[in-house]
C-alpha cells in the first residue's frame, strides 16, 4: 500500500516517491517512537492504564513523567488522524468507493482482527503467567479467557475504519463537487480552532472524563473532539492543498507558543490543581472548572504542537536516510507489536532491585530500538508485508 493510502497501512516508499512526501514519513517516524515511550512511561509511573505496570513513587520522577504523557496525549494520535486523512481523500478519488471501502476493510480490519484474536490473548498471558506468577500453561489460560474482542493499542485502527466509513457514506451521499479552494487558515484561525476544542472537550468530557473507556472497542471519548476535528481538518487540508502554503514563520511562531504552553503554563495549571487541593478526577472531567481549565490547556498545546512539528518539518525535514527509510516502512508493524516487545521488557526487569524510574531509562530505549527491528523483520515476510 501506498503513502498516499493511508498513513498506518503499508509504505513502499521508492524513488518516484515526490521528496516534498518525505517529512510525512519523517514525522510517522517521530509519531510512532512516542508511542512506544508514552506507553513505557505510563509503565513506570505516568498515570494511565497499561497491560502491565511497575510505578514508581518517586515525585521527582513522576512529574516529568506526567508532563511527557500529557503533552503526548494532547496531540500525537490527533496527528495521526490528521497525516491519516490527509491522503483519506486522494485515495479514494483515485479508487472510488467500492474500492476504497474493500481496501480499507482489508487492510485495517486484518491487523484488527490479528490483534484481538491471536495477539491480546499472548499479551494478556505474558502478565498473568510471568508477572502475576500463576503457573499455567498458556492452553490453560486460554481456556479460561474472556476477552476476545480487544482492540487494545489498535483502537486507532477502529476509529480510523470508522471515520474513513463515515467518509465514504457521506460523499457517496451527497455526492460532494469539487468547491472553490480555500486558504489555508492563518495563525489567528488555528489558535481560534484551538479554542473551539478545547471547550468541545470539556463538553465532552462532563459525560465521558478523560479515563472513560468504551469497552470492548477501546474509545476514550474524552479525546474524540479532536480525532474527529483532525480528521475532517486532514480531509479539507488535501481537498485544499494547505500544505503546500505553510510558512516557516508561523511553524516558528507555534514553536514559540508550545514552550509557552509547557515551560509556563503546565507549572501554573499543577500549582492551582496543589494550592486547590483538586483531584484528578475534577481535571478529567465531569463538568468542575478545573476540567474546563485543563481541556483548553490540552487542546491548545496539542494544536500549537500539531501546527509547528507539520509546517517546520515540510520545511527542514525533506531528505531521508537509509535507516530512516526503513524505519519508516516499519512505522505501522512498531505500532501493532511494541506491546508484545514492551511488556516482554518491563516483565522480565520486575527483579532488577532498583526503582522503577530507573528502569524506565533502560527499558525505553530498549522498547523502540526492539519494536523497530521487530518490524523491520516482520515487513520483510511474504504475505505478512501486506498488511503491515
Avoid at 486507532?156 to 470508522?162: C, E, R
Avoid at 503546565?266 to 481549565?293: A, D, R, V
Avoid at 522498547?367 to 515476510?381: C, D
Wanted: hydrophobic share 50%; aromatic share 16%; net charge positive.
Amino acid at each position: 500500500m501506498q503513502l498516499t493510502d493511508t498513513l498506518p497501512t503499508k509504505n513502499n516508499t521508492t524513488s518516484s516517491t515526490p521528496s516534498k512526501l518525505l517529512y510525512i514519513d519523517n514525522l510517522k517516524i517521530v509519531l510512532t517512537i512516542l508511542v512506544v515511550l508514552h506507553h513505557t512511561f505510563i509503565t513506570y509511573g505516568a498515570p494511565g492504564g497499561w497491560y502491565f505496570t511497575d510505578k514508581t513513587t518517586n515525585d521527582g520522577a513522576i512529574i516529568p513523567m506526567t508532563l511527557l504523557v500529557s503533552v503526548n496525549q494532547s496531540f500525537f494520535m490527533g496527528f495521526f488522524f490528521f497525516i491519516s486523512a490527509y491522503f483519506t481523500a486522494s485515495s479514494f478519488q483515485n479508487k472510488g468507493a467500492v474500492r476504497f471501502t474493500a481496501d480499507r476493510l482489508k487492510r485495517l480490519g486484518i491487523p484488527l482482527l490479528f490483534y484481538s484474536f491471536i495477539l491480546s490473548p499472548v499479551l494478556s498471558y505474558i502478565v498473568y503467567r510471568f508477572a502475576r506468577g500463576h503457573q499455567v500453561t498458556y492452553f490453560q489460560y486460554l481456556s479460561g479467557f474472556d476477552g476476545w474482542i480487544d482492540f487494545g493499542v489498535l483502537w486507532f485502527v477502529a476509529a480510523l475504519l470508522l471515520f474513513s466509513l463515515v467518509f465514504v457514506l457521506f460523499n457517496t451521499l451527497l455526492k460532494t463537487r469539487s468547491q472553490q479552494q480555500k486558504e489555508a487558515p492563518s495563525a489567528l484561525a488555528i489558535i481560534l480552532f484551538a479554542a473551539v476544542l478545547g471547550i468541545a472537550s470539556y463538553f465532552a468530557r462532563i459525560f465521558f472524563p478523560v479515563g472513560w473507556v468504551l469497552k470492548p472497542i477501546g474509545f476514550q471519548l474524552g479525546h474524540f473532539p479532536q480525532y474527529i476535528a483532525m480528521f475532517w481538518m486532514g480531509i479539507t487540508a488535501s481537498r485544499n492543498n494547505w500544505l503546500q502554503s505553510l510558512d516557516l514563520r508561523t511553524g516558528r511562531l507555534f514553536a514559540w507558543l508550545v514552550a509557552f504552553m509547557i515551560l509556563v503554563l503546565f507549572p501554573i495549571i499543577y500549582f492551582i490543581k496543589e494550592s486547590t487541593n483538586s483531584s484528578i478526577e475534577e481535571l478529567c472531567g465531569q463538568g468542575h472548572w478545573q476540567s474546563l481549565m485543563y481541556a483548553c490547556w490540552e487542546q491548545f498545546t496539542g494544536v500549537f504542537i500539531m501546527a509547528a512539528l507539520l509546517i517546520i518539518a515540510k520545511h527542514r525535514w525533506t531528505v531521508q536516510s537509509a535507516v530512516a527509510k526503513n524505519m519508516s516502512r516499519a512505522a505501522f508493524g512498531v505500532y501493532v507489536f511494541h506491546p508484545l516487545v514492551l511488556i516482554s521488557l518491563s516483565v522480565t526487569a520486575i527483579s532488577w532491585p532498583v526503582d522503577p524510574a530507573y528502569k524506565l531509562l533502560i527499558v525505553a530505549p530498549l522498547a523502540v530500538t526492539g519494536s523497530f527491528l521487530l518490524s523491520m523483520m516482520l515487513v520483510k515476510i511474504p504475505g505478512i508485508n501486506k498488511f503491515i
